[in-house]
């Protein structure tokens, strides 16, 4: 396979058309704004208006396990555990490191992790040093803007090959302490843990972001019981997938290293889902309300893991003889009051269909990140959803949510439900702290 030229599409089009306005522009400045069409009159290109050879597909997609928190993953950080994913994604893409360009990875907590952690997963997976690194918080959505800003530059003709995805070790997120820089002076201070000040803390109005959900449960009359039953469903169809072998294709294998002379293990299977006593699911107590509905049980848990896969240009990867598994139609963002998160992917996803051109009745299978079950139950309500087509391998309820990690996570699994199901057109939307959510539409191609 050669490698892709940097020479791209965007270079030769900037040459041979100049630029509205330049320096060496004539017009008054004010006079080359009015020039531009009116917002009204404006409209987003998806990828199906380029051309077959700009359109981003995806030839591989890799994750790791999920691990339980303090788990069998722990002793990784984010990064190390995404080079495992990105060497799964390029090893299944049957390309060399080296021709992948730019690696763009979602992470949400940073601190202790090290500078830029996307370069330091692109250079343990092997890629150059000459390739170009990217880290994306979007907190939930982080590993999902990842792929929809690769999708950008494969459809720009900025990129031809690109590695994207997600990665998070919330087990290795540390505790702070504030004040400690410039020294105490006196008296007790706080030490403030960084995963939920920097990752679950809704900062607009001071409160956890469960306290979202509940918000959410009793705006649209959700029960604790429709809650506690939408994640036992999570639960069975996470077991059922991993026993019908739906995940294998999906998960490459992490080996821990055995300490003291006792021998390397290997972690080939999520360990959440396998740990949870449906018996007692219903008889957990409210995790933040007192009388309130969600648990700790029916909302996702907190995990390790990532996601990865490489994406190149149709034109790539007809020329190299690389199988596509899927095309990335088109995406949407969305945001909305900060303490309504909860039902933003209700607002991307019409946002990524109109992008792809495709309406509601088009796609075949939802993925809706499972942040809490309420999240699910709502957006399948107000987008008018049949649940059997939603999270049908189960969701972050059941298999986990490493924060960074999900948003890619989904996409790869939304690909298998696809083909599990000898179905076409999926969708896979997931809500972020702060009020946002982000959707994305694929296709299966083989």
Partial sequence: IPPPTMQSAAAKLARQQPLLLSHSSSLPFSRGLRLAAPLSQRRSISSASFSPSRQPVIVSAARTPIGSFGGSLSALKAPKLGSIAIMGAIEKAGIPPEYVQECIMGNVCGAGVGQAPARQAAMGAGMAQSSIATTVNKVCASGMKSVML??????????????????????????????????????????????????????????????CGEACATKYGITREDQDNFAIASYERATSAWQAGLFDGEVSPVTIKGKRGKADSVVGVDEEFSGMNLDKLRTLRPAFAKEGTVTAANASKLNDGASAMIMTSGKYARENNLTPLFRVRGFGDAAKDPVEFTTAPSDAVPRALNHAGVSAKDVQFHEINEAFS????????????????VNVHGGAVALGHPIGSSGSRIIGTLYGVLQANDATIGCASICNGGGGASAIVIERLN
């Fill in 374 to 389: 309420v999240v699910g139950l709502v957006n399948a309500r107000l987008m008018d959803l049949d649940l059997a087509t």
């Fill in 150 to 211: 690769g999708g950008l530059s494969i459809m720009s003709g900025y990129r031809d090959v690109v590695v994207a995805g997600g990665m998070e070790s919330m087990s290795n997120i540390p505790y702070y302490l504030p004040g400690a820089r410039t020294g105490y002076r006196l008296g007790n201070n706080t030490v403030v843990d960084g995963l939920i000040n920097d990752g679950l803390w809704d900062i607009y109005n001071n409160q956890h972001m469960g306290n």
